[in-house]
């Protein structure tokens, strides 16, 4: 099993929300530790206000490439990847240019993590497209079919893609990724009909809420399955991962407590578990995934 964080919280400490200059130092310190810790892999989220049930909208976000860049720069070894990109936020041309920069200039250590959208309020607060529902998901389709298109390394010709929603004359991506065969793609959501179809035709992996509980991530992922099944896909070639807050976990956010609940998650297939925390910038819970977790779930 593999451990990775994510960042949610970007006010850390007294006052830290009113003073800018913290963000750089502090990120900077949290991603090298992560990095030295054995931590497999870390995740920012696409959002421009702070989630209403994190806190409030007016507190410190950053814009999420823009930051996985930053920590391309101060890391060595960690995978980077947004959890994950709301695709109506971003033309799936230039989304998939900006992951294959952020592969190449870390060395291949980037991810494509995409989803449906869902924050309503940021997207109309900053005059962001945020259509209906159905829509997002015909254009989340459509984004992984171009990504799949500009990341074709055997086809010499790029032909035009013409969807509903997009129109590429030239998808050409040059670079390509380092990641081979490119960036793993990553499919957000719980959705049974849509989303889990997606990630069995389209994904690399997939990614579930804890707040689930084991029982309800037993049944996605025999939804998900079923779907492989369907459209004849190795269901091990999907990694299984989950998001969950390290203050969250049922037994608490101590060394055994995390340790049983990764055990929890391995019998059901889960190969990927990914901790987030108010008090990342502490590097108590980045410690403890280091000195005690990571060895005790390795080989699960």
């Given amino acids: 099993m593999r451990i990775g964080i994510q960042f949610i919280w970007f006010n850390w400490g007294e006052g830290a929300s009113a003073d800018a200059s913290t963000f750089a130092p502090t990120l900077k ?16 989220i696409d959002h421009f206000f702070q989630m209403e ?34 695709v109506v936020y971003r033309h799936p041309g230039a989304l998939i240019k900006t992951v294959s ?25 900053l005059g962001l497209p945020f259509p209906p529902l159905k829509e997002r998901f015909e254009r989340l389709e ?8 500009m990341w074709n390394r055997a086809d010499a010709t790029v032909d035009p893609y013409q969807g509903v929603h997009y129109q590429l004359a030239e998808p050409i991506d040059s670079p390509h990724p380092l990641s081979q ?9 719980e959705g049974e009909k849509k989303t889990l179809r997606m990630v ?27 779907h492989c099944n369907a459209h004849d896909r190795d269901y091990d070639a999907i990694e299984r991962t989950v998001v969950h807050g390290a203050h969250r976990v049922p037994d608490g956010d101590t060394a055994d407590g ?20 108010p008090q990342m910038h502490d590097l108590k819970l980045i410690d403890l995934l280091g000195e005690k977790v990571i060895p005790a779930v390795r080989g699960l």
Avoid at 260 to 270: D, F, M, N, P, Q
């Fill in 53 to 86: 049930f994190a806190g409030d909208a007016r507190d410190p976000m950053l814009e999420t490439y823009t930051t996985l860049g930053f920590l391309a720069g101060v890391t060595e070894r960690i995978e980077l990847g947004t959890l994950v990109t709301s």
């Fill in 142 to 149: 459509e984004a992984l079919q171009i990504a799949h298109r």
């Fill in 181 to 189: 065969p490119h960036p793993r793609i990553l499919i957000g959501g």
């Fill in 101 to 125: 920069t952020l592969d190449v200039l870390s060395g291949g250590r980037a991810w494509l993590g995409i989803g449906a959208a869902w924050y309503e309020r940021e997207a109309r607060g």
């Fill in 200 to 226: 069995a035709q389209y994904g690399d992996a997939c990614n579930f809420d804890g707040g689930l509980g084991v029982d309800g991530i037993q049944h996605k992922l025999n939804v998900l399955r079923e």
């Fill in 29 to 44: 310190r949290i991603a090298q530790a992560a990095d030295a810790a054995g931590v497999a892999s870390l995740w920012t």
């Fill in 258 to 277: 995390l340790i049983r609940y990764c055990e929890s998650l391995a019998k059901i297939g889960v190969q990927h578990v990914i901790f987030n925390t």
